[in-house]
């Protein structure tokens, strides 16, 4: 198909705006041992998603149950006229405890342990990603889930030592 595509953003496109908040506690339980334990929340919405204008949503189904479109009606003269909107979300919450040991004046030994729950309804990652779209760009709440990035847990256990002049 020789028909050109074209980009543009919708005239009520919005920044993003990301609410974030954490709480967390620390304390040495013996010499040289300290456990931490952080929780943290953010809700994000006015995330960049896109659509294509070029398409047209029919009364059709697919025999799984997903919506059919009709392609190059709109603008029969082009490809895909791909809108970028403000229109996705996403919802994190996580949880991390951490152990910290110092096994000497120069060695010390640190683990972690990460549980994260992140949803969203169009995992993006901005202008970049231009291969995403909703399975159904009309209801893009449908698309509602665990984000593409989502680590359920994670485990870090990490060592160091202590070098001069602040050097680790």
């Known amino acids: 198909d020789l028909r050109p595509r074209i980009y543009v ?5 919005e920044n993003p705006e990301t609410l974030r908040m954490s709480v967390g506690y620390e304390r040495e339980f013996f010499t040289d ?5 952080d929780l943290i929340y953010s809700r994000s919405r006015h995330l960049q998603n896109k659509q294509d204008q070029n398409l047209v949503l029919t009364d059709e189904l697919t025999v799984d149950g997903r919506t059919v479109y009709q392609w190059g009606t709109v603008y029969p003269e082009l490809g895909q006229v791909i809108m970028f909107n403000s229109k996705a979300r996403a919802n994190a919450r996580t949880l991390v405890l951490t152990a910290h040991k110092r096994l000497s004046n120069l060695w ?3 683990a ?4 994260s729950n992140i949803r969203d309804n ?4 901005g202008a970049s990603n231009y ?10 709440d449908a698309d ?3 984000a593409d990035f989502d680590v359920r847990h994670k485990i870090v ?3 160091g030592v202590y070098l001069p002049y602040d050097f680790m």
């Open 33 to 37: 041992f300290s456990v931490g334990i």
């Open 131 to 140: 291969s995403y779209f909703p399975e159904d760009q009309f209801d893009i």
């Open 144 to 146: 509602w889930g665990a």
């Open 9 to 13: 953003y919708d005239p009520q496109f």
């Open 112 to 115: 972690s342990y990460t549980w």
């Open 122 to 125: 169009g995992t993006n990652f």
């Open 157 to 159: 256990v990490s060592g």
């Open 108 to 110: 010390f030994l640190d």
